[in-house]
């Protein structure tokens, strides 16, 4: 996204405490009460459930800390937690995980489009960028996103692919979390999807000597890795702006959206 708390403790040291307050809030909710006058009977529960969430997706706000609280805690948009960039950050946790926030809008992974309905949304507070002009993203910030990850991750046993930033799921629209957002160290902690760089290097190779494919393998593939890309066989602008949003992903030194060897062999070797 362009654009109750619990305080985050001193990044490398918050890690029990921060999971701990998660668990906290989770269940701070409780058991709806009954309608007056009706009694309902809760002591049996069914073993056959689970959670309603398989998808994390990650975002800036292009605002400072302020005007990040002001927009996400109004009508339209929110998120269930905003990380700040203040040295020691602060995560606020706006929208009670089992509710719905308004974070993803418009959006596709793999077959579900109400990503809403089915994922937690993090605002992290940086400035975005565009061209070449990006905001870095602070140590702090990113030791707090694994902690907080983590335990999001094992309470609802969320997918590594299902990790995602909101320029995967709506990349004819958005461009967040941007070129500078380290998806692989999140991959190396466990929590993202990443390629084989020995298996990608063998197929950039085979491109290289034998040629790219076209464009409806290139759509093929994308599709299989979740994009709502087109199926149209044509190198278009919609397929452009999906492969920006991997290149983004996987590839950030180059996003310009054009096919090329390296690319392709990232694509192809992804599970």
């Known amino acids: 996204m362009h654009f109750q708390s619990s305080t985050l403790l001193p990044p490398k040291h918050a890690a029990l405490g921060l999971v701990a307050a998660c668990a906290l809030l989770a269940g ?17 529960q069914a073993q056959s459930h689970n959670s309603r969430v398989e998808f994390i997706v990650l975002h800036y706000t292009s605002a400072s800390n302020e005007r990040s609280l002001e927009l996400l805690s109004r009508r339209n948009v ?27 809008g418009v959006s596709q992974w793999y077959q579900r489009t109400d990503m809403n309905s089915a994922s937690i949304g993090i605002e992290i507070v940086n400035a975005g960028g565009a061209g070449l002009n990006w905001a870095p993203y602070s140590e702090a910030q990113i030791e707090t996103l694994l902690v907080l990850l983590q335990d999001i991750v094992q309470r609802h046993q969320i997918k590594t692919r299902n990790i995602v930033g909101h320029s995967d799921i709506a990349p004819q629209r958005k461009v ?5 957002f380290p998806w692989k160290r999140l991959a190396d902690a466990g929590l993202g999807r990443w390629y084989d760089e020995t298996l990608a290097a063998q197929y950039r190779g085979e491109f290289e000597r034998k040629g ?3 464009a409806r393998w290139i759509q093929g593939q994308l ?9 149209s066989g044509k190198l278009d602008k919609a397929t452009k702006n999906v492969l920006k949003a991997f290149q983004m992903h996987y590839r950030p030194s180059l996003y310009d959206g054009k096919p090329d060897a390296e690319t392709l062999g990232i694509l192809k070797s992804l599970p």
């Open 28 to 44: 701070c909710a409780g058991a709806p009460k009954g309608p007056p006058g009706l009694e309902i009977d809760r002591s049996i």
């Open 78 to 104: 929110s998120s269930h937690y905003l990380i700040t960039d203040e040295p020691r950050p602060h995560v606020y946790q706006l929208v009670d995980e089992s509710r719905r926030a308004w974070h993803a």
């Open 176 to 180: 967040d979390p941007g070129p500078l």
């Open 212 to 214: 790219l494919p076209d």
């Open 223 to 231: 599709k299989r890795l979740g994009y709502d890309a087109p199926q």
